[in-house]
Nanobody, 125 residues
């Protein structure tokens, strides 16, 4: 059974930093495209960042560009999302998603086959 598990969420003051981790179990996702999405209360799920298995190829939502960095350690079967200069509007549940068939990055959530349960990030206003 494939499982993605996110960790690292929590409460952080505005301007602070957090690093989220997404670890796969049940399979290796070293060849997957992996993305982070987030969903705030009352809002639709939105794309945050994604990385191909060849880590040089990554993409970011405009709202996080320059503040967030996605990276991967295939030896650890883990993808990271480093978040800096956090803002209250970054508050959301963050989800990790992956797909082994994607040949290029997509920001469309239906394109990703495997999903984690999410981890909460709270940034008080």
């Amino acid at each position: 059974q494939v499982q993605l598990v996110e960790s690292g969420g929590g409460l952080v003051q505005a301007g602070g930093s957090l690093t989220l981790s997404c670890t796969a179990s049940g399979r290796t996702f070293s060849r997957d495209a992996v993305a982070w999405f987030r969903q705030a209360p009352g809002k639709e799920r939105e794309f945050v960042a994604a990385i191909m298995w060849y880590a040089e190829n990554s993409a970011y939502a405009d709202s996080v560009k320059g503040r967030f960095t996605i990276s991967r350690d295939n030896a650890k079967n883990t993808v990271y999302l480093q978040m800096h200069s956090l803002k209250p509007e970054d508050k959301a549940v963050y989800y990790c998603a992956s797909d082994p068939q994607l040949t290029r990055i997509t920001m469309r959530s239906p394109s990703y086959k495997y999903w984690g349960q999410g981890t909460q990030v709270t940034v008080p206003s």
